[in-house]
């Protein structure tokens, strides 16, 4: 894949997601990774793929994974308190929550 397509793959996917055809969405990314396989994007959306279906433990491993390979990203730490919010976990999503805030 040229960076090109695998930046057109990248927002496809996106709208795919908010679309809700999940699906769709995580074999678009699971192509990028495919071929660049520490694509923090594509990670971090493939883990809110599966936070859309309920996979909730999986949708915090890929995002915290997304977290080593984009620190610098306060969506993915937002997202990540999000993930640790729904599965009970409160003390770990205020601090994932302040992260994102820097």
């Known amino acids: ?30 192509k990028v990774l495919a071929v660049q396989p520490e694509c923090g994007e594509a990670v971090h959306f493939l883990g809110m793929a599966a936070a859309r279906r309920g996979k909730m433990e999986e ?4 995002v915290r994974k997304s977290i080593e390979l ?21 003390i770990e999503a205020l601090g994932a929550a302040q992260q994102a805030l820097g």
């Open 1 to 30: 894949m040229h960076p090109i397509e695998i930046d057109a793959t990248l927002k496809l996917a996106k709208r795919k997601l908010r679309e809700g055809k999940v699906p769709e969405a995580e074999a678009m990314y699971r």
């Open 59 to 62: 949708a915090a491993s890929l």
């Open 70 to 90: 984009s620190p610098q990203s306060a969506e993915y730490f937002n997202n990540l308190a999000t993930v640790l919010g729904r599965m009970g976990r409160p």
